[in-house]
């Protein structure tokens, strides 16, 4: 079946700017992770929700970051004013359900965010 | 909050030998260790996991140990094969955040 979908896979903005990345989870899927891979190191976690709500937004590194799931199935991470430190791999997982009920992470190919 | 250490950060193996990675990890209340495989410019790959009630887990040419008194774990994958080279990630889950934990990764490389 179809698995996580991230788009777009490439995204080049300029400092200052504001951004939008989009995760399409597999469907079935009630929970969804947002992380961030710098090079070389491993995925670092931002943000989970558990179908609409943000159960856990421990690790945004500020307020710039913000990432919304309106219907319980989309999500999308926003980023304002976007700094050079924020070029990373942005990579989406989902979960069949909350953490205690299916550990299981899926990831998707991830969305790679260029700031100059 | 956890911590997970990996090593080592790069591993050479000729074709057809076996390959061990480990990793140790802090919070002694995570109770679930995935392994991920990346190949470059895609996600990671769930290749095998385990749950901390459990001490081994094998499946075909992989398996992981658990050993939750000295808090580590091991990737184990014999036999390799050249499709084997990737960089592998391991993961802690359950210490108190909702997302897992990784490691730094291990590049493996499989020589011919």
């Known amino acids: 079946g179809a698995g996580v979908s991230q788009t777009p896979s490439n995204k080049v903005t300029e400092k200052g700017k504001y951004v939008e990345l989009r995760c399409d989870p597999i469907?079935?899927?009630?929970?969804l992770y947002w992380y961030r891979q710098s090079l070389g190191q491993g995925p670092e976690f931002l943000i989970y929700?558990?179908?609409?709500?943000?159960?856990?937004d421990s690790g945004l590194p500020n307020d710039r970051f913000f990432a919304v799931r309106p219907e319980g199935s989309v999500s999308t991470l926003k980023i304002q004013r976007t700094e050079r430190g924020d070029s990373a791999v942005y990579l989406c997982?989902?979960?069949?359900?909350?953490?205690?009920?299916?550990?299981?992470?899926?990831f998707g190919p991830g969305t790679r965010l260029t700031v100059t | 909050g956890e911590n997970v250490e990996q090593h080592p950060s790069t591993l050479s193996v000729q074709e057809g030998d076996s390959a061990v990675i480990k990793c140790t990890y802090s919070?002694?209340?995570?109770?679930?260790f995935p392994w991920y495989k990346q190949e470059l410019g895609k996600g990671p790959q769930l290749i095998i996991d385990?749950?901390?009630?459990?001490g081994e887990k094998k499946d075909q040419r992989i398996a992981v140990t658990l050993n939750k008194t000295a808090k580590h774990f091991s990737l184990h994958i014999t036999e390799t094969q050249p499709e084997d080279s990737a960089v592998y990630f391991c993961?802690?889950?359950?210490?108190?955040?909702?997302?897992?934990?990784f490691g730094k990764g291990t590049h493996l490389i499989i020589q011919p």
């Open positions: 997982a989902s979960s069949l359900g909350p953490g205690h009920l299916s550990y299981e992470q899926y």
């Open positions: 469907s079935g899927h009630t929970a």
């Open positions: 929700f558990q179908g609409t709500g943000a159960a856990d």
């Open positions: 993961a802690a889950y359950g210490g108190g955040a909702d997302g897992l934990t």
């Open positions: 385990i749950r901390s009630n459990v």
């Open positions: 919070d002694s209340a995570s109770n679930y």
